[in-house]
């Protein structure tokens, strides 16, 4: 019902025409190359995939057609995200119909347009995390930081030893000097402390 009325609100605009409707990420990743659309519209959550999975495949593939995100809401994650593969824009569907078309339309010129409370939180979160990164490399190693990464990630000693190609003994070294480091006890408090500190 969505994509239908997309489509009657795009079709009436002066020197829009859509080219197809899509109904997976499958689809529009076989129907962008072959149609080369000046701007791709993809919804931020669908039942197949999502408009983030889209961009992230069209990186891969190296499609440089611009994508728009459209979502009920974002998180900051998702948004920073977005920004990092270098989304096109992000409307939110609350916003008036009117704003998603110049938005298109601005995107089609390569240029950008993104919703600012959204964009103004993901990039203040962006700079607390490079912050806390600058601040934890002080501290810890970069085989440290990947340590306290994985057990946040809720991986044991022995998954951490065959990701990072050392021993399990290691691994412990490595957490005993880390916990001393951050003056926590145990992996619980070390992926809550990583978490509070924007280290993941």
Same mark, same amino acid.
């Given at each position: 019902m969505i994509a239908e009325g997309l489509h009657c609100l795009l079709s009436r605009e002066p020197g829009v025409e859509v080219l197809r409707c899509?109904?997976?990420?499958?689809?529009?990743?076989?129907?962008? *190359?072959?149609?080369?659309p000046d701007v791709v519209? =993809?919804?931020? #959550?669908m039942k197949q995939g999502s408009g983030l999975d889209l961009l992230r495949e069209m990186r891969k593939q190296k499609l440089?057609? *611009?994508?728009?995100?459209? %979502?009920?809401?974002? #998180? @900051?994650?998702?948004?920073? @995200?977005?920004?990092?593969?270098g989304v096109g =824009?992000? $409307?939110?569907?609350d916003m008036p119909p009117g704003l998603l078309v110049q938005c298109l339309r601005k995107v089609a010129r390569n240029e950008q347009w993104f919703e600012k409370l959204a964009l103004g #939180?993901?990039?203040?979160?962006m700079l607390r995390q490079e912050e806390a990164e600058r601040t934890a490399l002080v501290i810890l190693t970069k085989r440290e930081l990947e340590v306290v990464k994985l057990?946040?990630? =809720?991986?044991?000693?022995?998954?951490? %030893?065959g990701r990072m190609s050392i021993g399990e003994g290691t691994v412990k070294l490595y957490l005993n000097t880390i916990y001393r480091k951050l003056e926590?006890? =145990?992996? $619980?408090?070390? %992926? #809550?402390?990583?978490?509070t500190h924007d280290l993941l």
């Amino acid at each position: 019902m969505i994509a239908e009325g997309l489509h009657c609100l795009l079709s009436r605009e002066p020197g829009v025409e859509v080219l197809r409707c899509c109904a997976s990420v499958a689809e529009a990743l076989k129907t962008i *190359p072959s149609l080369e659309p000046d701007v791709v519209l =993809g919804a931020l #959550r669908m039942k197949q995939g999502s408009g983030l999975d889209l961009l992230r495949e069209m990186r891969k593939q190296k499609l440089d057609t *611009p994508l728009v995100l459209l %979502a009920d809401f974002i #998180r @900051d994650d998702e948004m920073m @995200d977005a920004l990092k593969l270098g989304v096109g =824009g992000i $409307v939110l569907e609350d916003m008036p119909p009117g704003l998603l078309v110049q938005c298109l339309r601005k995107v089609a010129r390569n240029e950008q347009w993104f919703e600012k409370l959204a964009l103004g #939180r993901a990039l203040e979160k962006m700079l607390r995390q490079e912050e806390a990164e600058r601040t934890a490399l002080v501290i810890l190693t970069k085989r440290e930081l990947e340590v306290v990464k994985l057990v946040s990630a =809720g991986l044991r000693n022995k998954d951490i %030893a065959g990701r990072m190609s050392i021993g399990e003994g290691t691994v412990k070294l490595y957490l005993n000097t880390i916990y001393r480091k951050l003056e926590v006890t =145990g992996r $619980v408090e070390l %992926a #809550r402390h990583a978490q509070t500190h924007d280290l993941l």
